[in-house]
């Protein structure tokens, strides 16, 4: 029985070194702006990640920018992860990116 299995099952907990029951697919550094990603059984989710696009974005007093723009895909199991649970999940991804902060020098 693999690792994504035997949670589904809630038969044992597993050990993380196992096998991976997430994945993450990056089609943004082709150019795809939006795409669906397919679950490889027997992992729980996978993440798809688009390109980053320039989109307008009020910043207020009536003035817009043009913005980097990600677009997220999350594809999960429903009966490995609740609904809400993965949507907050998927919002928290969004929340670091956007609040990122990097020390290039």
Do not use: W
């Not at 050990?15 to 150019?31: K, P, T």
């Not at 795409?35 to 009536?62: E, H, S, Y």
């Not at 609904?83 to 020390?103: P, S």
């Amino acid at each position: 029985m693999s690792p994504c299995s035997k949670v589904l099952a809630d038969k044992e907990a597993i050990d993380a070194s196992e096998a991976a029951c997430f994945s993450v697919s990056n089609l943004g550094n082709y150019g795809v702006e939006i795409f669906t990603p397919v679950i490889n059984l027997p992992q729980a989710a996978i993440l798809g990640v688009n390109t980053i696009v320039p989109r307008p974005k009020d910043i207020g007093d009536g003035v817009y920018a043009f913005v980097p723009y990600i677009g997220l895909s999350l594809t999960y199991d429903h009966r490995a992860l609740d609904g809400g649970e993965a949507t907050r999940f998927l919002k928290q991804i969004a929340i670091e990116i956007e609040t990122l902060e990097l020390d290039i020098f």
